[in-house]
């Protein structure tokens, strides 16, 4: 019998229970690294960093407007 297969289907939708990975706050952005890592930002945070996410970012998710 062959091997079994289940596509991973990831969620990119933030919550409520994303949390800020620096303060705790809600995140509302997500940034995926070519680490293959994440980060999640509070938008208090995504505008502080903002210069430095667009530099290591591969993907953002959420509110990207945060950034401009």
């Known amino acids: 019998m062959g091997?079994?297969?289940t596509p991973v289907v990831e969620n990119t939708r933030l919550t409520a229970a994303d949390r800020c990975d620096r303060c705790g706050a809600q995140a509302h952005l997500r940034?995926?690294?070519?680490?293959g890592g994440t980060l999640l930002f509070c938008a208090h945070h995504?505008?502080?960093?903002?210069?430095?996410?667009?530099e290591v970012a591969v993907r953002l998710e959420g509110d990207t407007s945060l950034l401009s």
């Open 3 to 5: 091997a079994v297969s």
């Open 31 to 35: 940034v995926r690294l070519a680490s």
């Open 46 to 54: 995504a505008r502080a960093h903002a210069e430095k996410i667009k």
